[in-house]
């Protein structure tokens, strides 16, 4: 499939594929349910960035994609097995080293959002601050904006505790990886919200170094400030997705999941704009 041939814009083409197609699973050779897989994996991305780039239900998926079912099932496959997760943390290296910088990000921001979610579904509260009932998105990215790591919550979580959350799956995960005996991370900017106690908490128990970015004096209104106006990119990345507008999803896994999605395919443009130039 050459671009021109793409059924929509939000399919891989040859170019995206190849690059994101080293990535996947060696060995799965059946589908969700036990049965051989009847679909590829381009097919089957394709099905799934459908939806989280036009933010339409399972069941309004174009009948030339996909079954639905088998689309979802190996998103909720991929995601009880870390498979999106483990994609977006192996592809961030390669986009930072196209970007001329080293694989291994030296400092990270750390911000929150919240977001109203659809009716029902897990994890759900209020965020009195921001008057938002819903779901709130804790994030760490690194210094180009791309994900490190993301914990949803719902929104009545205050941001200290969510940061406990959200740093504590980066370091476990960190620990984990190829790169733990070289992990370069030491230094996290935080806002205003993210003082106190918790500045003592991220160096004891983790040994990185947060720093608070304050409001410039005599501010008034919103204005970007050092380094926190990154991640508040990034939020701008994610909420481009319809899917990632608001929170449609019964699980908050889930909604981790989509974040990820979104990320591993603005990271997949990036490496194939790399390349072709």
């Known amino acids: 499939m050459t671009k021109s041939q793409q059924s929509y814009p939000s399919d891989l083409n040859d170019t995206q594929w190849r690059i994101l197609e080293q990535y996947l699973p060696r060995v799965q050779p059946k589908g969700p349910g036990g049965a051989p897989r009847k679909y590829s994996w381009r097919a089957i991305l394709n099905g799934i960035n459908y939806v989280e780039s036009n933010g339409c239900s399972w069941r309004a998926m174009p009948h030339d994609l996909p079954p639905w079912e088998s689309v979802y099932g190996y998103l909720r496959q991929w995601r009880l097995n870390g498979t999106w997760?483990?994609?977006?943390?192996?592809?961030?290296?390669?986009?930072?080293?196209?970007?001329?910088?080293?694989?291994?990000?030296?400092?990270?921001?750390?911000?929150?959002q919240s977001v109203k979610t659809s009716e029902g579904g897990m994890a759900r509260g209020y965020d009195a601050g921001k008057k938002v009932p819903g779901r709130k998105r804790h994030l760490v990215v690194d210094t180009l904006g791309l994900v490190l790591m993301v914990v949803v919550t719902g929104a009545n979580v205050q941001d200290v505790a969510g940061a406990r959350k959200v740093l504590q799956a980066l370091f476990d995960r960190i620990k984990k990886s190829k790169y733990s005996r070289w992990c370069r991370l030491k230094l996290i900017w935080a806002d205003g919200s993210y003082r106190g106690q918790l500045i003592a908490t991220v160096?004891?128990?983790?040994?990185?170094?947060?720093?608070?970015?304050n409001k410039l004096a005599g501010q008034d209104g919103f204005k970007p400030l050092p380094h926190r106006w990154v991640v508040e990119r990034t939020f701008g990345w994610l909420t481009r997705s319809r899917r990632l507008s608001r929170d449609f999803e019964r699980l908050p896994e889930t909604a981790e999941v989509f974040i990820y999605i979104a990320m591993i395919r603005l990271m997949t443009k990036r490496l194939a704009r790399a390349q072709s130039s």
Do not use: C, H
Request: hydrophobic share 50%; proline share 8%.
């Open 203 to 213: 160096k004891s128990d983790f040994g990185w170094v947060l720093e608070i970015v």
């Open 85 to 112: 997760e483990a994609i977006n943390a192996a592809m961030a290296p390669e986009v930072r080293v196209a970007a001329g910088r080293n694989p291994q990000p030296s400092a990270a921001i750390l911000d929150s």
